[in-house]
DNA sequence: GTCTATATCATGATAGAC
DNA sequence: GTCTATCATGATATAGAC
């Protein structure tokens, strides 16, 4: 008898497992990286068979890469939407900085409250993962989604036409970077802000991380130029006039 | 005979070894992580036998925090010798605070050039560990320097007087993401900056990459205040009147 | 689809000769 | 201090019964 619902419920179980591999993974390779986190942990804390890892995904590594389409397949289609969105209601000018820049920090940040999206712990796995040095997902990543950093750059180029590309560039990049530590919330980032924080101040409030992150990169975006790029930009400004 | 030479170098030898492995785990874990660099690699690398890793520094745990304190050491002894120095020379004024950034970043930057102290290797491991999953490290990183941290922190809190201390650490916090990220260097960095760079325009120049990131952390440090953070700054400048 | 059992290999660490 | 040889363990992956 027992036989029979077991093979009734085959397929609900099937997908069942595969999510709570995901899951399991997700949660391990944030807490211990992709060379810290075996297979036997992942199978174990997910309570199916060790070897259902390589029935459903066929190996550790594209379980890794499955871990980041699950959450980035959706983010992504979200940052380009919204650019969409934004630009169709400009009127052919350019976006300000600050829409761009929400669109794709803004859009990352707010997966922190969805937990069906992955929330906080793949936000974390994110973050660190983009400094990890396990190069074969870093390079799924960078080819997967380059299409979206293209476009949210071309965007920044239009916003600020009298800034070099190269410094826009690189610019995007150290936003990246203070977004990625930021989320990644390591240990680190606990002994920095338990000192010296008023009473009272709830410093681990995600609904003011976005707007504290939202400030200090678009300081950063539009900080003066160093000198040398300074001059750049103004051969840039009388080409484009 | 071949004997009595060696036994007469075994002292220098000894040494020479221990920087062989100290040189090859500092390249090794920076290329491929801590989990993922193997004892024998880095033997393999360093040219030595080995048994040699586990005699010289007992474990491979104990070979990593000897990587990281053999290069912490002098650029935190350099970054407290700067600030002493500054406020020295400022007549008991709180310092600018560019140079406090400049202090503990530039401070670190500028090892990238010195090849003696570590140089571009070094500088890459120590981004990438800031967000790596390997807690030991993290914790004897936050241990072991933390009080470096708190006199810089310190001292912006006497440059920036009218901006709340939380918000202070929160850029502080941001500024080490953008830093680390920046000199991790990863490939999702050279896939960004591979596009759209004007023709002759060397990005990976470190020269540039100072005052860039320089410009883009003064920024981001000064920039307006969010909503709810400029009404707490207000009290705090009152308090302080 | 799920399980047990196992093949195959790499790991960190150490004992003991030299 | 350096070497060889080896231990004990844990890794990924798979074969084959159910």
Chains 1, 2 share one sequence.
Request: cysteine-free; hydrophobic content about 45%.
């Amino acid at each position: 008898m027992a036989a029979e619902v077991h093979e009734g419920m085959a397929e609900v179980r099937n997908i069942d497992t595969r999510e709570r591999i995901l899951d399991a993974a997700e949660r391990l390779f944030m807490a211990h990286g992709y060379d810290g986190t075996s297979m036997r942990q992942i199978t174990g804390d997910a309570g199916v068979n060790l070897a259902a890892v390589n029935y459903h995904f066929g190996s550790k590594e594209a379980l890794m890469q499955e871990v980041f389409r699950r959450r980035l397949d959706w983010l992504n289609e979200e940052r380009m939407r919204m650019l969409d969105e934004m630009e169709a209601g400009s009127g052919g000018q350019p976006l300000k900085p600050s829409q761009i820049v929400d669109g794709f920090f803004g859009t990352l940040l707010r997966m922190a409250d969805d937990e069906k999206r992955g929330g906080l712990t793949f936000l974390r796995l994110l973050g660190r993962t983009l400094t990890e040095p396990s190069e074969f997902i870093r390079t799924f990543l960078a080819e997967e989604y380059a299409h979206v950093l293209e476009r949210y750059k071309a965007a920044l180029f239009r916003a600020l036409p009298d800034v070099p590309k190269a410094e826009i560039v690189w610019r995007f990049h150290f936003m990246l970077g203070a977004t990625s530590y930021a989320i990644a919330g390591t240990d680190a980032l606990r002994v920095v802000t338990d000192w010296g924080i008023e009473e009272g101040d709830s410093v681990d409030r995600l609904d003011r991380l976005l707007p504290r992150l939202m400030s200090f990169l678009l300081g950063g975006l539009r900080a003066p130029l160093p000198q040398f790029a300074a001059a750049e930009g103004e051969q840039q400004a009388a080409r484009a006039a």
